[in-house]
């Protein structure tokens, strides 16, 4: 890097081996460290951050409504998965009851995981498209390639389980 400068301008960077160019570095570091406003982390970071708060796999609609609302106040793109979620929540669940006269039980959680798995294996099945719900459990549990196929396992069992918890006479 070159440290050109123009007629008449002191160079931008001096040597750090004077006295006064190690005043300048320390006073620019003290500078960098005492600024009021933090440095936030990325934004993938604090989604995660967001979603670690919350229990994937006992959520309430009330919940799935709280985490909707806290990645849209920090800047989680609408994308198709976070239009799943929203569909999830109190506020969807019970305007859908409202409009088709069906009662809605609020109160009941839901196992996130399992349910985006079961729809999965439900789609596969039938010779349907899953890339909607693979996509909704990425974006749940984004996952390097590395710890796939361990998670999988986990998932598949619950989404067995859930498959039989429906299947009974209720």
Avoid: C
């Avoid at 976070?82 to 109190?90: K, Q, R, T």
């Amino acid at each position: 890097m070159h440290n050109e400068t123009a007629p008449g301008q002191a160079p931008v960077f001096q040597s750090v081996r004077t006295e006064a160019g190690k005043a300048r570095v320390r006073a620019a570091l003290s500078g960098f460290q005492n600024r009021p406003d933090p440095v936030q982390p990325p934004l993938q970071d604090r989604i995660a951050a967001i979603k670690a708060r919350f229990d994937l796999r006992a959520m309430t609609p009330q919940d799935i409504d709280l985490m909707f609302d806290a990645l849209v106040q920090e800047g989680q793109p609408m994308t198709a998965p976070m239009l799943l979620l929203n569909s999830m929540g109190d506020r969807f669940r019970s305007h859908l009851a409202g409009l088709t006269g069906k009662d809605y039980d609020g109160g009941k959680a839901l196992d996130l995981l399992a349910v985006a798995q079961l729809q999965i294996q439900r789609a596969r099945k039938q010779g349907g498209a899953s890339g909607g719900w693979e996509s909704f459990l990425t974006f749940l549990v984004p996952q390097s390639p590395s710890e796939q196929p361990a998670a999988q396992a986990p998932l598949e069992h619950m989404a067995r389980l859930a498959q039989q918890a429906q299947a009974r006479p209720h």
